[in-house]
């Protein structure tokens, strides 16, 4: 029994590697400890904040607990790391890499917590009239990837690894890239281009001739996706869209109705004259069209076709949907039919007549 107790105290001090099992299962348990920790935290806690952050009117404060349930939940892994260095034996250089590592694991925290924090900082700056919101995704992405740089710089010089002569020996090598890369600066040029000068933004309707026509989606560093309207997203290179003549329906302040109707010239100046005032009528009480002293609609007889007299109407409505525009234009057509059929006319259309002087006798 002696020998037993004897071999069982030899196997717990030598352990695994020189370091005895109490040790190491002490380390084991101050883990789990940690990660049940951990797992109350995010499951009562954070939830219990989210809960009453959900109360609340800002959605400022649910964007913050949302960003930070991930850091929060690595602060007990860390100090886990760090009890267990203090509970194991570690001597020498495996000493100093853990010490490092438990380093390394509070920076990755740290900086884990700042680059979750960047969304809902620039959500609060979103009500800013500066900020668009492709301008804010470009500076959300740019700032995480700033931060991120430090952290990593932070965790190499912990390590011993210098950052100053690890750039100077990638220099050559970022000479060489650059090189190959210049689309791509190119694209991240003309993207920032096209953010700065406000030419569209996420949602806008863009439309350049004869080549592309759809719904901005996202504009990114090197290229910007547009959704056609067949519902196929499109990839062009930003560079293609900032030298390119485009038109931003996004950005119309109403949306015109320019039609011209002609009417038959058996229409007299009487029925001319009543047609146009009915026409103006509808569009001055119908809720369709704006009711703006400085804009002013326009229904006029304005020409002598080859075969109609012809009416001009001009007619601003808000900037609405595609299909609601439709439906406004299809209100107006039915009315002007009704009109000019209440007033005794017709609509015309291309025709020519042929006089024949005299028939050959037979």
């Excluded at 884990?112 to 900082?121: D, T, Y």
């Excluded at 740019?142 to 750039?167: E, H, M, N, Q, T």
């Excluded at 109705?257 to 007299?268: A, G, H, Q």
Aim: contains cysteine; charged residues 20%; negative net charge.
């Amino acid at each position: 029994m002696e020998n037993f107790i004897e071999l069982l105290s030899d196997v717990w001090n030598r352990g695994f590697l020189g370091i005895n099992l109490g040790a190491i299962i002490s380390s084991l348990v101050v883990i789990l400890i940690a990660l049940l920790f951990r797992g109350f935290i995010i499951s009562v806690i954070i939830n219990s904040l989210s809960r009453l952050a959900e109360k609340t009117e800002s959605k400022i404060d649910d964007e913050i607990l949302n960003a930070l349930k991930k850091p929060i939940g690595l602060i007990p892994i860390t100090i886990a790391l760090y009890l267990c260095t203090l509970i194991l034996p570690i001597n020498g250089l495996a000493g100093d890499i853990a010490t490092n590592i438990v380093k390394a694991f509070v920076i990755f925290t740290i900086f884990s917590a700042l680059s979750n924090s960047v969304k809902p900082i620039f959500e609060a700056l979103s009500t800013s009239s500066w900020l668009t919101a492709s301008m804010q995704m470009w500076l959300e992405r740019a700032s995480r990837f700033i931060v991120w740089i430090i952290g990593v710089a932070i965790i190499l010089d912990i390590f011993g690894i210098k950052i100053g002569p690890l750039v100077a020996g990638l220099g050559l090598f970022s000479v060489a890239v650059a090189l190959g890369a210049q689309d791509f600066f190119k694209n991240l040029i003309a993207g920032i281009l096209v953010i700065g000068e406000h030419r569209f933004q996420p949602g806008d309707r863009i439309e350049v001739k004869g080549q592309l026509h759809g719904i901005v989606e996202t504009i990114g560093f090197r290229s910007t996706v547009i959704r056609n309207f067949d519902t196929a997203p499109m990839t062009i290179p930003n560079k293609d869209l900032s030298d390119v003549k485009l038109i931003n329906h996004g950005e119309m302040t109403n949306r015109r109705v320019n039609w011209k109707i002609n009417l038959v010239y058996s229409t007299s100046i009487e029925q001319l004259e009543s047609i146009r005032s009915d026409i103006k009528s509808y569009i001055n009480e119908s809720d369709d069209f704006i009711k703006n002293d400085e804009i002013e609609h326009v229904v006029r007889v304005i020409e002598l076709g080859s075969s109609s007299i012809d009416i001009m109407i001009v007619a601003y409505c808000e900037p609405v949907s595609f299909v609601d525009f439709n439906l406004i234009k299809e209100n107006l057509i039915f009315n002007i039919m009704k009109i000019v059929k209440a007033n005794g006319s017709e609509f015309a259309y291309p025709s020519s007549s042929l006089y024949i002087e005299s028939m050959p006798k037979t």
